[in-house]
């Protein structure tokens, strides 16, 4: 079965930076196309990122652009989401979600997997 794990949220101060982790297991993450979304109480799950298994393509949401970077190292199975300049409207909760093939997906009901989620608050 496959989980994905995410660590990596905390709270960092308006400005700072935060490095999202992503860890697969029960399979390998070379055969899936990867994202990560976000999500914020009474709002729906929103795509700030998605790379195709196989590098080829980077997708990233307009608000993500410049701020986001997605990286994934398929040797360790795992994905990471950069986030620089945090504002306090980057509170929410992250996600990483994979999908079987397909190419790159903005809509959360295009994945097949979903992590439990970790949470950046942005406060001073």
């Known amino acids: 079965q496959v989980q994905l794990v995410e660590s990596g949220g905390g709270l960092v101060q308006p400005g700072g930076s935060v490095r999202l982790s992503c860890v697969v297991s029960?399979?390998?993450?070379?055969?899936?196309?990867m994202g990560w979304f976000r999500q914020v109480p009474g709002k729906e799950r929103e795509c700030l990122a998605s790379v195709t298994q196989d590098f080829e393509y980077t997708y990233y949401s307009d608000f993500g652009k410049g701020r986001f970077t997605f990286s994934r190292d398929n040797a360790k199975d795992t994905v990471l989401l950069e986030i620089t300049s945090l504002r306090l409207e980057d509170t929410a909760a992250y996600y990483c979600?994979?999908?079987?093939?397909?190419?790159?997906?903005?809509?959360?009901?295009?994945?097949?997997?979903w992590g439990q989620g970790t949470q950046v608050t942005v406060s001073s």
């Open positions: 029960g399979d390998r993450i070379s055969r899936y196309d």
């Open positions: 979600a994979a999908k079987l093939g397909g190419g790159i997906a903005v809509g959360n009901t295009q994945y097949d997997y």
